[in-house]
């Protein structure tokens, strides 16, 4: 296979260095939780329902002990508690937090006491996920495995009906994994809204009964059309937690999650983030879901040539991250992207030489390969030709997950036609030039080769950079995307609670404990 | 085919109803934000609503390129259109040649691309041994004896060697289509053979890129075949025309 | 701009007049000889005549995807067309700075990127240093003094930062469009100001890729600019609106 | 740069063996002459105009001298006996014969005398030949050059002066190269039409003042656009010597022009084809022109996998045929195509080995890459991708002239947009991948390698045999595109004349005794 030359004991640097980075950022992880984080285990727990208002129950309990200061000791005490105090079920145990005169918020229950009482639903908890895990691997297994790059297509028509009808369309004209798009906003929400929905801008709200919706459609096309179809959605945003539980529970393969998207492109609170990563990730580990990072973004803000090597950078440290939730190397889908300005010479060795870097660097990993977007105009035709090259560089370089280009890229979300001739276009790219990659070897000391190395180097340095003067003052500096963000500016910084001396979270613990 | 819905639909973009079309086109005018409106505009008079001019490029001097995206307020019944189809249901080979058996003499075909067209890739498909995808042509039949003329052959010579081999059946192909020089051609033929009291002595059959059966038969063929034809398509229509039914086999 | 043909034109494909236009759309049925015939008329009904199916191919289950060929019977004028363009003629950096010279002060403006929406890209590209294809942003000028509010920015909070820092113009960016939310977002900012007495004390400026200036002067703003708009154009318009001229400068 | 395993003794071997098919045919040409030749001559000798009812003079010459049995001599000898006679001029001598009613068609006029009496005419005409290469080569030279490939695109309204807009449009959009397409029957034509033609199915008819309109066309575009453009046109057909001689004083810079592709693809005698062909590629050797030969046609009948051997084997008999006529291999612009299945696993792969085989086998000739067609389907977006590979094996194996594929080949002859989409999305494809080619290698025993020295030996194996029974019954055989042609069928059997034993034609003879 055409390989470029790889300094193993740069890479080897970079991991040391990544690892320095995230144990930084982990020390404060360990020591706070957030609104977010607390709902995911009332969640987990059982927790479910709105309100009147259309309020989840999550959100109401959470409220309340956050405006009661008590966060700090953990919702699974306060549930805990109420149950002691004669609840009938944790959702009796959450309403009453939530609606509840008399509750109790300062409790005089221990630790211990609140692991006893919990322990029958932790196990329950636990088990629920392990069984929604099992399950879709035993119907995955039943299909040939699909070869990769897998295609990767997204539908987003706002409409979660419409959404499974074009999610089955993609299946049948070669789909192997299919996303629905999140409403243009549903990221800032401090809720997971509830219920199928039908109305959304630039995308469906990811809710847990939408997520049901779509793994229906989607199984089905399964066995219609005799492959296995992935479904995944967005474990990001001020939700990445909750939304990484309930895609556990309701069987999706993937979720797009990221240890630093949110921060850089949603202007999210850098301490939030990083601990509602953190437990979005633990549950991620035990669903056995594939996560992809978003270091794709960067180069829309970014140029892709000068700021190569952060791509790079910010993997190592989304790897970092993750292994410290408990991620195996193969659940890492770590994103890249061909957005370098088609109009410069030699582009595509450039793109070559970056897409075979990073398979090299990560060679277990099922990277992620996305598209050109900010490079595409409104000339539909020409930007088919530029997914064209797109694709055989996925294909030549052996990436595993192949987000397919679309040629309405700068026009809108992609409609039935663009999925459908994209899906035919990939399929003959990767077919007809199925074995480039086995038959290519690059020069020595050529474009492709110089090029790699001097991604590698240059993400170096700035490991060097960012271990030196720590992640926090790193971003806040713009090293990634070329975006400043504060440690306490961003959204939902209010959400983040530094976790008292008896903390309790017996969930987390045994996802902790679980290896 | 009842399955069609039998009301108006739109043209679906990614919701029912949406109406999303897509129009590229050029206009004699050079790039500019007026070019841009008569886009837009000229977009609205086929009935797009909301029209989104995506691009506006300088193909030539004094040309812009457009592409638009448009919600097209046209809509058309599926349900109430009659289009003449062939009819025969395609047969497997041993059918074929089981109910040419029935004749007791072979199928006699003679094909060819007539007038100054030399496209023979079409009608070397229908009746060469080789075929098409794995179909094989005529010529591969015990019950057809096929003769392929070739490119750039004379109406009157075709007609002249289809009465000397005795032929049941005549295939053109025409596959130039610049301002209907097929449609002449083909008229041609036919008129040819009625002025020879000739066009009932033979199955005459059209075919091409752009034919189809609605076409064949406005130009007096007996039917006319497309894009996609198969050999086994054509053997099973002429077979359906001129040999008896055999007993075992379901009526059409 | 006087060039434009006064006269009805029509789409050119390879000679005057000859109208064809390329149409590509989905219907809601499967491939079929009546789902092309369908589509013909479909085509049809658009205003082209001879439509020729090129393509249809199932696109997924009970639907059918199309590409047509046809040449129009519409024609647009492109001289009848009136649309209001920014009449600003781009000035270089020089005369840009020596401008605002004369006004003894530096010009103060502030943009963000509205609502929900997060591309910041634009604005950016506007306003910060690094500008957009070799053309720097505002931040370059030393007349200027530029804040860039970035992403997701309330109406409120931007109309309060404007009037903190004193600010000669607002710029407004909006890039998602789905069910024309960057319009709401648009006029909601202008109803804001006007409510507070404010809208006169400010340019606003409205910009994004499915902008014209048509949108902004619909929406309430001073200006709206499109894709590619470049900063130094930016840069002029408001000097043009804001600083005295000098002498030398011919007049516009 | 990435080469294939190249076995020069069997490519000397090949040549070898061209040379003896050649060698055979090349003697029975020099035994005959055909009335295409002799209207050249005529031309060449400044027979011009047309009759009352449209009939060029030169037919009406040649038919009368054909009628009556006497063109064996050749035309230079009736021109010479009537000029001796008291014409005027060589036109009016022409005349003579044409119309006369008294001119002595067995004159008494030995060879030496008729080119002691022309040499002044021929003289004239050679002159008019260089003048012309010489002022195309002048204004040529005073652009830069074009970088390979040259991108060549057909024009064809049927109205010259839609064309010369056309034309003017692809230059501006960066089209190095303009072909205007001819009329579909032209080559069945006996005759050149005269005049500027507005009227044409599927093509423009190649005239001598329609080759003058584009010529001013093109040169205007080269010097607004300020990159040369060249123009050219078919050398093919019932008329192929003639057309050539039109092209050499028209200046055009490249001719299609093939030793067999009007036998197999136009059913035309092989011995008129051959006669011809010499006749047609001793002007154009002369006039510096480039040939484009019609190999890639093959595969539009033949199967391009199966018979990929064919179009190399072809292209050495086409060399070996053009060295007969005086060409240069900087002349040889030798076809060949990119019309493989699509649909076929690592076709692209396919596609690279031979291209690359046959940039190797013919290093210093400007090699004419062809795009899909037959493939080609009327889904106008899937086919503009396929024409963006077509480029890429174009660039990374660096052919000298790349016809563009056009998206709606299915379709239509191409239209300004098809024409300005494909100049954009080849500009971006060469562009962007412009140092592909010396950026790798093939592996040694790989697809690519193997299929090259498959091609290679299959086309050696192939020569053998058409060395050992002759072109003629090769080809009666099918040996080429898979189509039979046998020796005195087609058309314009009729129009072949062995040459007496004084037949006389000082301007080949001068043609044949220059460099
Ligand atoms: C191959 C080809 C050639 C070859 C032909 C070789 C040969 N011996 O056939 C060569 C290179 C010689 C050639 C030359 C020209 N060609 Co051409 N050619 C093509 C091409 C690429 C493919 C056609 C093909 O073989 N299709 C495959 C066959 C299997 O499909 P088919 O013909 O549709 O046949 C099927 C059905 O239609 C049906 N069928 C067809 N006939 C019949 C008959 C009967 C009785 C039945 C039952 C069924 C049937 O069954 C077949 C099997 O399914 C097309 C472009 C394209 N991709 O379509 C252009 C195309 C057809 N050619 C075109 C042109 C203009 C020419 C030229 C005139 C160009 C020129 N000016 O020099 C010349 C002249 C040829 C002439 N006088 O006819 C145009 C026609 C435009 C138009 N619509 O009028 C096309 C569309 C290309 C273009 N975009 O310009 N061409
Ligand atoms: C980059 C990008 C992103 C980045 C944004 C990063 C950032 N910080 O900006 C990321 C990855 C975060 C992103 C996310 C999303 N995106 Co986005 N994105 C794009 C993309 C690829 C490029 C946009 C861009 O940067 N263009 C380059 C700049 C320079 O051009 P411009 O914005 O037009 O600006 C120029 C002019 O318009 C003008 N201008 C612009 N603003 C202003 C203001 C003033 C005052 C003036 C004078 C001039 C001016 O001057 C600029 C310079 O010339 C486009 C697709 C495309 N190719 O267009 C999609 C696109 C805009 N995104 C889209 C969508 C739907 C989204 C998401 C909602 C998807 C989702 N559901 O998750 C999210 C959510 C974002 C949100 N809430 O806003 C859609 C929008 C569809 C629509 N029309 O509504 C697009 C078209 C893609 C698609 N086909 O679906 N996106
Ligand atoms: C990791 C990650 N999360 C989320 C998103 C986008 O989702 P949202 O805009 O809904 O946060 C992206 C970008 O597509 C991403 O890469
Ligand atoms: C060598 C050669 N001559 C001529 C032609 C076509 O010209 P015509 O059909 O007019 O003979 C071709 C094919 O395009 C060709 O390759």
């Not at chain 2, 392929?148 to 025409?174: T, Y």
């Amino acid at each position: 296979m055409a390989t470029v030359p790889l300094d193993q004991a740069k890479v080897d640097r970079c991991r040391e260095l990544a690892a320095s980075v995230a144990s930084d950022v982990q020390s404060f992880i360990d020591k706070h939780t957030t609104v977010g984080v607390e709902r995911t285990i009332l969640r987990a727990l059982g927790v479910d329902g709105v309100d009147g208002e259309g309020v989840s129950v999550v959100n109401r309990v959470i409220d309340r002990l956050h405006g009661a200061k008590v966060l700090g000791r953990g919702a699974c005490t306060f549930i805990a508690s109420e149950l002691r105090a004669g609840a009938e079920s944790v959702q009796d145990a959450a309403e009453r937090i939530a609606f509840g005169d008399d509750v109790d918020l300062n409790p005089g229950i221990s630790k211990d006491e609140t692991e006893a009482i919990l322990a029958p639903h932790v196990n329950a908890a636990l088990l629920r996920i392990d069984t929604a895990r099992d399950e879709r691997s035993a119907f995955r297994a039943s299909f040939p495995p699909s070869p990769e790059p897998h295609r990767y297509v997204i539908v987003a028509t706002g409409n979660i009906h419409d959404d499974a009808l074009q999610a089955k369309a993609a299946a049948k004209a070669g789909a192997d994994v299919v996303a629905v798009i999140r409403a243009t906003a549903q990221s800032l929400l401090d809720f997971v809204p509830h219920g199928a929905t039908t109305e959304g801008y630039g995308g469906t709200f990811a809710t847990q009964e939408n997520f049901k919706i779509i793994r229906a459609a989607t199984n089905n096309a399964s066995t219609l059309y005799g492959h296995y179809v992935q479904q995944t959605n967005y474990s990001s945003g001020l939700c990445m937690a909750e939304i990484a539980w309930m895609a556990a529970v309701e069987r999706l393969d993937m979720l797009l999650n990221d240890a630093m998207y949110g921060i850089l492109f949603r202007d999210i609170n850098m301490c939030r983030t990083f601990v509602d990563q953190y437990v979005s990730r633990r549950f991620i580990a035990r669903a056995g879901i594939v996560i992809n990072t978003g270091e794709d973004n960067y180069l829309t803000t970014a140029d892709a040539v000068e700021k190569a090597h952060t791509v790079l950078a910010s993997q190592f440290v989304n790897e970092a991250f993750a292994k410290r939730a408990g991620l195996k190397d193969e659940q890492l889908g770590l994103g890249h992207a061909y957005e370098i300005d088609p109009g410069i010479e030699n582009s595509f060795l450039l793109e070559l030489a970056q897409a075979q870097l990073i398979r090299q660097v990560f060679p277990v990993h099922p990277i992620k390969w996305m598209p050109p977007t900010k490079f595409k105009t409104g000339d539909i035709f020409q930007a088919h030709v530029h997914d064209a090259m797109f694709s055989l560089v996925g294909i030549a370089t052996k990436q595993s997950i192949q987000l397919l280009g679309m040629f309405s890229e700068a026009v809108h979300n992609p409609m039935l036609a663009d999925r459908y001739l994209s899906l035919k276009a990939t399929r003959y790219v990767h077919n007809t030039a199925n074995a480039l990659g086995d038959e290519i070897e690059f020069k020595a000391d050529g474009i492709v080769a110089n090029r790699a190395r001097q991604v590698l180097d240059e993400a170096l340095a700035m490991l060097e950079e960012v271990a030196r003067d720590g992640l926090w003052d790193a971003i806040g500096r713009g090293a990634f995307g070329d975006i400043k963000r504060t440690r306490t500016g961003g959204k939902g910084y209010a959400g983040v609670v530094e976790r008292s001396n008896d903390y309790v979270n017996p969930i987390l613990a045994a996802l902790e404990a679980w290896s | 085919m009842s399955e069609l819905p039998n009301r108006p639909i739109k043209a679906y973009g990614d919701r029912e109803g949406d109406g999303m079309v897509q129009l590229s086109f050029v206009l004699r005018i050079p790039p500019s934000v007026r070019a841009r409106e008569a886009a837009k505009r000229f977009a609205e008079s086929h009935g797009l609503d909301e029209p989104l001019v995506t691009t506006m490029e300088e193909a030539a001097e004094g040309f812009s390129y457009f592409v638009v995206y448009g919600h097209s307020k046209h809509t058309v019944n599926p349900g109430e259109i009659e289009v003449p189809e062939v009819k025969t249901s395609v047969m497997g080979r041993d059918v074929i040649e089981k109910r040419i058996k029935l004749l007791d003499r072979k199928l006699v075909v003679v094909g060819a691309c007539t007038g100054s067209d030399a496209h023979t890739v079409g009608i070397d498909a229908i009746l060469n041994y080789k075929g098409i995808s794995g179909d094989k042509g005529l010529e591969s039949y015990k019950g057809f004896e096929a003769y392929n003329l070739g490119a750039q052959v004379e109406n009157d010579f075709l007609i002249e060697r289809a009465r000397a081999i005795g032929a049941d059946a005549i295939l053109v192909s025409q596959v130039i289509t610049q301002r209907n020089c097929h449609k002449e051609n083909g008229e041609a033929l036919i008129e040819m053979l009625k002025a020879q009291g000739l066009r009932e002595k033979f199955i005459c059959l059209f075919g091409g890129p752009r034919v189809d059966h609605a076409l064949g038969l406005e130009l007096g063929f007996d039917a006319g075949f497309g894009p996609g034809t198969k050999p086994s398509d054509v053997a099973s229509y002429l077979v359906d025309r001129l040999c008896p039914a055999y007993d075992d086999e379901a009526p059409h």
